[in-house]
Nanobody, 126 residues
């Protein structure tokens, strides 16, 4: 069982930055792929970024909408994954969820993720 707790959400102005963190429980964190997803009001939850486990050398993949602005990283010693969000736009406003996939590959599809956090709100004002 893996428990995920997100933090770092809040209010930012357009063009600003926020860094989200997701702390995970468990002793096999490094083998899990970790993903960030988001859900805006009235919309379905969507993929944002993912980072693979050690078997795939921590490879990363981003949604086109955040590529070049967001960076996902992980610290396996701290059982934590981060999402650095720069050049924020109002359309980035959403609840951001952290997720863990035991398969370890940098999946984009939500169905491959076994564990989910409760989410953290990000609001970007124009």
């Amino acid at each position: 069982q893996v428990q995920l707790v997100e933090s770092g959400g809040g209010l930012a102005q357009a063009g600003g930055s926020l860094r989200l963190s997701c702390a995970a429980s468990g002793r096999t964190f490094s083998t899990y792929a970790m993903g960030w997803f988001r859900q805006a009001p009235g919309k379905e939850r969507e993929f944002v970024a993912t980072i693979a486990g050690i078997s795939w050398s921590g490879s990363t993949y981003y949604a086109d909408s955040v590529k070049g602005r967001f960076t996902i990283s992980r610290d396996n010693a701290k059982n934590t994954v981060y999402l650095q969000m720069n050049s924020l736009k109002p359309e980035d406003t959403a609840v951001y969820y952290c997720a863990a996939a035991s398969g370890g590959y940098y999946y984009r599809a939500q169905q491959f993720y076994d564990y989910w956090g409760q989410g953290t709100q990000v609001a970007v004002s124009s």
